[in-house]
Nanobody, 120 residues
Framework: QVQLVESGGGLVQPGGSLRLSCAAS????????MSWYRQAPGKERELVAG????????NYADSVKGRFAISRDNAKNTVYLQMNSLKPEDTAVYYC?????????????WGQGTQVTVSA
């Protein structure tokens, strides 16, 4: 059974930090690119950061560059999102996603999300 379980969300003041984790099971984690998305109320889900299978290629949304850092530990089947200098506009539900192309087919899995609220 495939599972992606996010944790680490919560309430933080502007300027603060949080570290999100996403623990994967039920599939070959090393074969999948991993990414973090977020969805704020009334808005579409957007890509925050992505990391390739071996971690060699990383990309970020412009809005989080220089503040967020994505990483992965393939030995622990876990992907992380370190979020620093948080702003109220970072408030959203954060989701992790695993995906890959194989034989012309696209495979992907989503976690259930974790709430991040940035407020004084």
């Amino acid at each position: 059974q495939v599972q992606l379980v996010e944790s680490g969300g919560g309430l933080v003041q502007p300027g603060g930090s949080l570290r999100l984790s996403c623990a994967a099971s039920g599939f070959l984690f090393n074969n999948y690119a991993m990414s973090w998305y977020r969805q704020a109320p009334g808005k579409e889900r957007e890509l925050v950061a992505g990391i390739a299978r071996a971690g060699g290629s990383i990309n970020y949304a412009d809005s989080v560059k220089g503040r967020f850092a994505i990483s992965r530990d393939n030995a622990k089947n876990t992907v992380y999102l370190q979020m620093n200098s948080l702003k109220p506009e970072d408030t959203a539900v954060y989701y992790c996603k695993a995906d890959r192309w194989l034989g012309g087919n696209y495979y992907y899995y989503w976690g259930q999300g974790t709430q991040v609220t940035v407020s004084a």
